[in-house]
T-cell receptor, first 116, second 114 residues
Framework: AQKVTQAQTEISVVEKEDVTLDCVYETRDTTYYLFWYKQPPSGELVFLIRRNSFDEQNEISGRYSWNFQKSTSSFNFTITASQVVDSAVYFCALSIASGGSYIPTFGRGTSLIVHP | DTAVSQTPKYLVTQMGNDKSIKCEQNLGHDTMYWYKQDSKKFLKIMFSYNNKELIINETVPNRFSPKSPDKAHLNLHINSLELGDSAVYFC?????????????FGSGTRLTVV
């Protein structure tokens, strides 16, 4: 069975603060894929990043960075110098092979509120 | 061009009715999914389907059924709607192989059962 835990239900910050969203996953598979999605108030789900289990390199994309640590089964997401437009619900997801399909399991999401 | 499109965007209906939500993807993906997002934002997989296999989440009532006329479409039929079915339903698609580009979601259908 696979599981994703996002322990932070809601985070509130003031603009320009850095914020880290935590994601802890559980799986017995050695090959798996991790994702982050953003759901702004408009409701759509926007893909941010994919990381596979055999690539532990961290990644930076503009103000966004991701820290993948297999030793702690974590895939945390940091937003540097947060902006009001970053306000959204952020989902971490885990995908493993099931037959021929890869069905993602989502965490319960972290609601990020960035105040001006 | 919309990659994954769902219709309708909003659906209000009475208890006991039967309704369908349509989903189409133009990405050439092999696999399509239906997710239910409840009022607390929890995303729960309902179905996963490709041309070989339908995987059903065992917790989904059999009032819900996916119908796929072809690889680019996966419609969701719901019979005898109940108040608890009110939610946002998302269609998604991906390549069957490890999804390098992640899962592409439609914009969602907000279903309200009154």
């Amino acid at each position: 069975a696979q599981k994703v835990t996002q322990a932070q239900t809601e985070i509130s910050v003031v603009e320009k603060e850095d914020v880290t969203l935590d994601c802890v996953y559980e799986t017995r598979d050695t090959t798996y894929y991790l994702f982050w999605y953003k759901q702004p108030p408009s409701g759509e789900l926007v893909f941010l990043i994919r990381r596979n289990s055999f690539d532990e390199q961290n990644e930076i994309s503009g103000r966004y960075s991701w820290n993948f640590q297999k030793s702690t089964s974590s895939f945390n997401f940091t937003i540097t110098a947060s902006q009001v437009v970053d306000s959204a619900v952020y989902f971490c997801a885990l995908s493993i092979a099931s037959g021929g399909s890869y069905i993602p399991t989502f965490g319960r999401g972290t609601s990020l509120i960035v105040h001006p | 061009d919309t990659a994954v499109s769902q219709t309708p965007k909003y659906l209000v209906t009475q208890m006991g009715n039967d309704k369908s939500i349509k989903c189409e993807q133009n990405l050439g993906h092999d696999t399509m999914y239906w997710y239910k997002q409840d009022s607390k934002k929890f995303l729960k997989i309902m179905f996963s389907y490709n041309n070989k296999e339908l995987i059903i989440n065992e917790t989904v009532p059999n009032r819900f059924s996916p119908k796929s006329p072809d690889k680019a479409h996966l419609n969701l039929h719901i019979n005898s709607l109940e108040l608890g079915d009110s939610a946002v339903y998302f269609c998604a698609s991906s390549q069957t192989r490890p999804p390098a580009d992640g899962y592409t979601f439609g914009s969602g259908t907000r279903l309200t059962v009154v």
